[in-house]
């Protein structure tokens, strides 16, 4: 248990049990840390009590509030078997739990048959958290078996169970329906602490099952009050003392019905209202505490002294929480507690009582004084003495009499009046008490008056200016003087960074001392006093200055709107402050949701001259909400705005702006499509906005108008299967809302739909490229309504159904398209439909197209060469296809230069060339076969190096040929073109 008290010197501790000092010297159980005291092996038959904490030190004693020690314990159930309990079905039932001995509470539950199988609280089952017993208002068939009361300790977590109670039904019939019977209840007078959670318990027995209501005579049932567990259950949180009251449930079911009532009060812990502080007194005077708390019920109090109580007698009086000592005495001084307590708690107040008793003593002695000539002068004389000393002031060892002139004051100051140099000279107070005496000198010095002088001293500036104050000071020479500047009777401060004020440092002369304050790029906030106080050891002087500054006026005062129409706004406002320049003009703005921030707008009058205090604001939008705020300007400049007026709208009008580019075209056949882009809400002036959609045939005469509601619309469709593709119609699109029609757009001219083309190409054709390819070609259908925008072009195997096949579009408007990707020696079926945005046409007739056979795989083999200079004679074996393999039709040699981008090709149909090296380098040859599938496989690689310009000699050429033992030729891995 914890203890810790404050105290010079450190306070010694020690325990008490229910009155009695605890040895913590003897044995071993108990031990003193600090002030906390540890019990080995607690044990609640002997250590089971209240406690209280001691503390000591030479300036007195004190003791801690209480502390109660209780320990956490649940019995066992006896295992005496519990007897059965037979019942009608229909009939209430009450199974007891009878707990065995426990501390603190406990919560109940209860098992039916196995455990976990628990026993579910209804309205017709109730578990009592009071008494631990299960109510069964009205028994089932359900409710045979075996119970079991479970109990679980809140502080140790420990369960036992009781032995089991069987329950059965009686073969002797059922029970016939009755009125409830309360079996529940919570009792008549119920006491809870403020702050804590009440639980009213209330269940009855009946058949029909009852209902449970509640109620609060004289009041309502607080609003935080919850009803748990079918009602059974009023459970009231932070209860207050407003909560108190007669709470009364009533039980009630066809048959009848039954009350019960009881009281629910509510106490308080005291708590302190004033409490006693520590006082020193000197010896003989009059000790007054008082302390006082509050509680329910009221709090009664008592006194101890150095831990021991105290009692009215002699010098010492004590009415509840009021104690006083007459003529206090050292023997008084110790550690005071006043003690406030009722039945439900108890609060300490602590307090030190020092009874002071010393001879006079002086801490500053001799002292020296400065006075003003023709000013008053006060010496001081405060010794430290006790008791209160006697105080004589005397001047050249002859008594000081009181006088008009040198008056002694209820605090033993002397005071002189109009001090002249003749009172210049030693001045001695004499403190003398039953302990002692004591002097102490004071010399008076008598000077010339100060005088301080400020200039200028009235300056207007304008904002963004400087301006420099000068302070002179005529003193006395002997004396040295401080200045201290003021800003509106506040110090200055010139270390705090704001860059506005440097103070000047001080000239002095003989008599003479002055000082500057620079106040750099003025702003309105700087207008106001500036004071300059100068002082020295004999008195303190000040001078003042005003500094008006001139800006921009300030903010407007509140914006009201008084009237508001479809289109205009009258504001009216209070005069801010011109900032000495005055108002010229003020401007109106206005911020909707609808703008980039605020806006100027326009008034009348105009100009808002600035002796007006309202004025109108026009051309707003209708139906549009609105903020307002009001700027004035003055000569020097524009102030800050007003606070915004509060949110308006204006009144609903008749729409008055048309859509705009309106268009329209495309659609599905014989379908008219408009369209516009759609008015900002800004614009649409009231509720019930829409657009009126009118068009007409070209020639005609009579407007089709159709209503389109939505504000949002930016199309409309018609449909009309008796006008053909592309029929010019003139159309207009106006708007409308609740109160009226608004304006039409221009008239245009919009085409109708052309619609998705109806013919199919003609002629087409189709044939193989190579093994891999097949160009498609076709005439375009005749010119017309629904004309093609471009072709899709749908292809499959001939073996295979066209769903499994593949499409393939014209980037454009093109008729000829060469099919990709496909396999070689391969039967394909084509047709060809043309599209535009309305949708597609009609295929054409499919035609079927063989793509060839594969080209070679065997690459040119066994190449041979002649290099002579520049020159190259290549030659290798020819390739003989495969029959699943497309003819040779011939040969193609490429010649790279490595480094850069020259390529030179050259087909033959002869296994050999000449090839032309054009410059010096190294040069890379490659041979591909050319079949009419396409191209072959690529052939090894020969590599040359050649110099610009140098030819080899007749008969010196050599011929390499490509084998490893006897050639120059570099074999590299084939590689792609």
Known sequence: MHCEARGNPPPAYSWYMNGSQVDTRAGFRYRLVKGNLIITNASESTDFGTYQCRAENTFGVVLSRDAHLQFAYIGAFSAKTRGGVSVREGQGVVLMCTPPPHSPEIIYSWVFNEFPSFVAEDSRRFISQMTGNLYVSKVQ??????????????????????????????????????????????????????????????????????????????????????????????????????????????????????????????????????????????????????????????????????????????????????????????????M??????????????????????????????????????????????????????????????????????????????????????????????????????????????????????????????????????????????????????????????????????????????????????????????????????????????????????????????????????????????TRGLDNHSPISTYHLQARSPFSLGWQTVKTDPEPVTGNLESAMAVELNPWVEYEFRVVASNAIGTGDPSAPSRGVRTKEAVPSVAPVNVSGGNGRRHELVISWEPVSEEFQNGEGFGYIVAFRANGTRGWKEKMVTSADSTTYKYRDETFPPLTPFEVKVGVYNNKGDGPF?????????????????????????????????????????????????????????????????????????????????????????????????????????KTRKAPPVQPPGNLLWIQEGNNVSLSWEPVKAKENESDVIGYMVLLKQEGRGHNQVTRTINPSTTLTLPEGGTYVIEVRVLSEGGEGAVSSQIRLVTSSGVRAKSGEAKEHLAWPALLLVLLVPSASW
Request: hydrophobic share 35%.
């Open 141 to 334: 068939p359900s409710d045979v078996g075996s119970y079991i009361c479970l109990l679980k300790n809140t502080a140790t977590n420990t369960r036992v169970l009781s032995p089991p109670t069987p329950l059965t039904l009686r073969t002797d019939g059922v029970m016939g329906e009755y009125e409830p019977k309360i079996e529940v209840h919570f009792p008549t007078s119920v006491l809870a602490a403020r702050g804590v959670t009440v639980r009213l318990e209330c269940f009855a027995l009946g058949n029909p099952v009852p209902t449970i209501t509640w109620r609060k005579l004289n009041g309502n049932i607080p609003k935080k009050a919850r009803l748990r567990k079918s009602q059974a259950v009023l459970e009231i949180p932070n209860i207050q003392l407003e909560d108190s009251g007669t709470y009364e449930c009533k039980a009630e079911n066809p048959r009848g019905g039954t009350a019960f009532k009881g009281h629910l009060q509510v106490y308080t812990l005291p708590q302190w209202v004033r409490m006693i502080n520590d006082t020193q007194l000197d010896s003989g005077e009059k000790l007054q505490w008082e302390c006082k708390a509050t509680g329910r019920p009221r709090p009664t109090y008592r006194w101890l002294r150095n831990g021991l109580p105290l009692t009215s007698q002699g010098r010492m009086e004590i009415v509840n929480g009021e104690l006083s000592i007459n003529k206090l005495q050292p023997v008084d001084s110790g």
């Open 336 to 573: 005071y507690q006043c003690v406030a307590e009722n039945k439900y708690g108890t609060i300490y107040s602590n307090a030190e009582l020092k009874i002071l008793a010393s001879a006079p003593i002086f801490v500053t002695n001799p002292v020296r004084v400065i006075a003003t000539l023709g000013k008053d002068v006060s010496i001081e004389c405060k010794p430290r003495a006790s008791p209160k000393p006697r105080i004589t002031w005397k001047r050249v060892d002859r008594k000081i009499q009181p006088s008009k002139r040198m008056m002694l004051l209820r605090n033993n100051t002397l005071r002189i009046v109009n001090a002249s140099r003749a009172d210049e000279g030693d001045y001695v107070c004499r403190a003398e008490n039953q302990l002692g005496w004591a002097e102490m000198t004071a010399t008076l010095w008598v000077k010339e008056a100060m005088r301080v002088e400020l200039s200028p001293s009235r300056v207007e500036v304008t904002v963004g200016e400087s301006v420099v104050l000068s302070c002179k000071a005529a003193h006395d020479t002997s004396l040295d003087v401080t200045f201290q500047w003021l800003f509106n009777h506040k110090p200055i401060g010139f270390q705090q960074g704001s860059g506005h004020f440097e103070y000047i440092h001080t000239v002095r002369a003989k008599q003479l001392s002055t000082v500057d304050l620079m106040i750099r790029s003025i702003l309105l906030k700087h207008a106001g006093k500036y004071g300059c106080r100068a002082q020295t050891s004999a008195d303190t002087v000040s001078a003042e200055s005003e500094l008006l500054v001139r800006g921009p006026p300030g903010p407007p005062g509140v914006v009201i709107v008084e009237e508001i129409t479809e289109t205009t706004a009258t504001l009216s406002w």
């Open 745 to 849: 757009s221009p008239v245009v001219v919009i085409h109708s739909a052309e619609g998705e083309p109806r013919e199919a190409p003609s002629d087409v054709k189709a044939y193989a490229i190579s093994a891999s390819q097949i160009r498609v070609t076709w005439r375009p259908p005749n010119p017309g309504p629904g004309r093609p925008k471009g072709y899709e072009v749908s292809y499959w195997k001939a073996a295979d159904k066209e769903d499994s096949g593949w499409k393939q579009r014209t980037t454009k408007n093109e008729t000829a398209l060469v099919l990709g990707g496909l396999e070689g020696n391969s039967q394909y079926v084509v047709s060809v439909k043309g599209f535009n945005s309305i949708g597609q046409g009609p295929a054409s007739t499919t035609v079927v197209a």
